[in-house]
């Protein structure tokens, strides 16, 4: 008898963990929810220079999205030239996000003052520098300077 109760109770507990656990899993969102991962790189232009970054499909403000570890593409191109050209990492530009890629962004974030994950997004975007290119000469570096929508 007491060892039909324990079962029955042991099993009830069960349910209830699974029960729990299925509902923490099904309700609990992921970490980009509202991000993309970016395919391209594209020019966010202002009056006299502009800025190759990452971006969503091509356009300006598009730049709210997510390249961790294993990313591939023009995007990762485009910020390992910007980590190259403001902040000396050294990075062959592949198009690869490899550790190399990651340990740059994390310095970049250091320098930035954000947590150093090591994975770009949109608040790394908006607070590290990104290469400046001028609008009137071709392929002229100007600097580097945070992005701004304004």
């Known amino acids: 008898m007491r060892k039909k109760r324990r079962l029955r109770a042991f099993a009830a507990t069960g349910a209830l963990v699974t029960a729990l656990l299925g509902t923490g899993v099904a309700v609990a969102p992921t970490a980009s929810a509202a991000l993309y991962t970016c395919t391209k790189a594209g020019n966010i232009v202002y009056p006299s220079y502009y800025l190759r970054m990452p971006v969503n499909s091509g356009g300006a403000g598009e730049v709210d999205c997510l390249l961790p570890v294993g990313s591939t593409g023009p995007a990762v191109a485009a ?3 910007t980590l190259n050209r403001c902040y000396s990492a050294g990075l ?10 990651k340990a740059a962004v994390a310095m970049a974030q250091r320098s930035a003052g954000v947590a150093a994950d090591g994975v770009y997004g949109p608040y790394t975007a908006a607070n590290m520098r990104h290469a400046t290119w001028s609008r009137d000469v071709p392929d002229h570096f100007l600097g580097c300077r945070q992005y701004s929508l304004s």
């Open 79 to 81: 910020l390992q030239r």
């Open 92 to 101: 062959e530009v592949d198009g690869v996000y490899g550790a190399l890629t």
